[in-house]
Antibody, heavy 121, light 112 residues
Framework: EVQLLESGGGLVQPGGSLRLSCAAS????????MSWVRQAPGKGLEWVSA????????YLADSVKGRFTISRDNSKNTLYLQMNSLRAEDTALYYC??????????????WGQGTLVTVSS | QPVLTQSPSASASLGASVKLTCTLS???????IAWHQQQPEKGPRYLMK???????TKGDGIPDRFSGSSSGTERYLTISSLQSEDEADYYC??????????FGGGTKLTVL
């Protein structure tokens, strides 16, 4: 059974940092691209970042470019999102999502339950 | 980059059928999409990949009540024999492989 378990969310002041983690199980982690998708309170889904199965290719949305970094440790079956210079508009539930493809991001066939990031003073 | 348009809301009676629509921007009629369901207070759940020819591949455990179809730039999700647990937000998603992933704004389905 595929499981994706996010952690690391919390309350942080504007300008602060957080690192999100997503522990994956039930599939060969290194064989699949992974993404982070966020959902602001009462809003829809926004694709934020993606990484290929090998980790060699990454993507960051313009809204987070220069502030967020995506990475993965295939030996630990874990996906990360390092978030720096956080802003109020980054407040959202952050979901980890498994792609159905190995090298490129396409569509997501499994999702985690999300971890909440709140940016507020 | 493709754009996906969804109606904000839809409603149908318990036991009835409902057809949700996701419209691709012009010039993107050959694109496949994916449908995802998000029940209240839960993470999204993958329902199916839907191709431009109407063929679709459903996710693990998705009931036969859920089906997809396509016509031109429109992609449909039909839910038959509506149950209370089908009350949820439904999102369509498309992609340009290795470049962009795009979500529609979502449709909130109310089961009456």
């Amino acid at each position: 059974e595929v499981q994706l378990l996010e952690s690391g969310g919390g309350l942080v002041q504007p300008g602060g940092s957080l690192r999100l983690s997503c522990a994956a199980s039930g599939f060969t982690f290194s064989n699949y691209a992974m993404s982070w998708v966020r959902q602001a309170p009462g809003k829809g889904l926004e694709w934020v970042s993606a990484i290929s199965g090998s980790g060699g290719s990454t993507y960051l949305a313009d809204s987070v470019k220069g502030r967020f970094t995506i990475s993965r440790d295939n030996s630990k079956n874990t996906l990360y999102l390092q978030m720096n210079s956080l802003r109020a508009e980054d407040t959202a539930l952050y979901y980890c999502a498994k792609d159905q493809d190995s090298s490129d991001w396409t569509y997501f066939d499994y999702w985690g339950q999300g971890t909440l990031v709140t940016v507020s003073s | 980059q493709p754009v996906l348009t969804q109606s904000p809301s839809a409603s149908a009676s318990l036991g009835a059928s409902v057809k949700l629509t996701c419209t691709l921007s012009s010039g993107h009629r050959s694109y496949a999409i994916a449908w995802h369901q998000q029940q209240p207070e839960k993470g999204p759940r993958y329902l199916m990949k839907l191709n431009s020819d109407g063929s679709h591949t459903k996710g693990d455990g998705i009931p036969d009540r859920f089906s997809g179809s396509s016509s031109g730039t429109e992609r449909y999700l039909t839910i038959s024999s509506l149950q209370s647990e089908d009350e949820a937000d439904y999102y369509c998603q498309t992609w340009v492989t290795g470049t962009h992933v795009v979500f529609g704004g979502g449709t909130k389905l109310t089961v009456l």
